[in-house]
């Protein structure tokens, strides 16, 4: 098996290396830290490739897909992201625009153009990790929130379509809560609830994915929650969510 992850320097990503390379897997793995993509190139031998590439860029993506379009990839897992936290008026608008860029630009674009060769030889897996964010409100955290929500509505999507083509392509979608990863030191927020280990999170997600669950929720406390939230309004939720990420801005 052959796998390309994105944002893999670091976090869940990392992670999923790890567990794909135990697995004897091949990895090509995707990322801006130059050092670090070195570290895991002497890490995993000639088992791995990287690629330093800034996926903020559609160019760039495009020239992702060129890079290893003739790799007989298995698997594709669009991971790279970030998020941020504030009140919108207040937040950068060009890390919002890169953030954008990243959680779903570099996403469509990749799940488009790998999908169309997985279809064609009516093989392949692809992974779009998003976050349990993608089915509540998000004030103080709109525009991430915002971007895991289309992330996980194309995978739902184009996941239907491939059912009723009765294709053998899976296309899926991460969904984790809190992980302690490198996650909250860019978003700018502090956790007050424990995270899951980004080692968890990441097998959690390979056998998964593997059995072909479209919405994978790690960890039983995140999915009680997920189940919980749908019994009450939208009105009420993003009260409890505002909350929530003030607290997260450590202003309280």
Do not use: W
């Not at 801006?32 to 002497?42: A, I, Q």
């Not at 992974?127 to 509505?153: D, E, Q, R």
């Not at 593997?210 to 997920?226: A, D, E, H, S």
């Amino acid at each position: 098996m052959k796998a390309l992850i994105t944002g893999a320097t670091s976090g869940i990503g990392e992670a999923l290396a790890n567990v794909l390379y135990d697995m004897g897997s091949n990895l090509i793995l995707v990322g801006r830290n130059k050092e670090k993509l070195e570290e895991l190139k002497n890490k995993f031998g000639r088992k791995a490739k990287v690629v330093d590439i800034d996926l903020s860029s559609t160019y760039n993506c495009m020239e992702l897909y060129e890079i290893c379009k003739n790799e007989k990839l298995d698997v594709v897992i669009n991971n790279a992201g970030f998020g941020d936290c504030g009140y919108f008026t207040e937040t950068n608008l060009n890390k919002e625009l890169d953030m954008i860029n990243v959680n779903v630009k570099a996403v469509h674009v990749l799940t488009k153009l790998f999908l169309k060769d997985f279809v064609k030889h009516n093989r392949g897996f692809i992974l779009n990790v998003a976050s349990i964010a993608a089915f509540a409100p998000g004030p103080l955290m709109a525009t991430y929130y915002s971007t895991k929500t289309y992330v996980v509505s194309l995978t739902k999507q184009i996941n239907e379509e491939l059912k009723k083509e009765n294709s053998n392509v899976y296309v899926g979608c991460l969904c984790p809560g809190p992980v302690d990863t490198n996650f909250n030191n860019v978003a700018g927020v502090i956790f007050n609830a424990k995270g899951l280990t980004k080692e968890y999170v990441a097998e959690y997600a390979v056998k998964q994915m593997l059995k072909k669950k479209t919405i994978i929720i790690p960890g039983f406390k995140v999915r009680c929650g997920y189940l919980g939230a749908k019994l009450f309004s939208d009105k009420t939720v993003s009260k409890f969510i505002f909350n929530g990420q003030k607290k997260k801005l450590g202003n309280e």
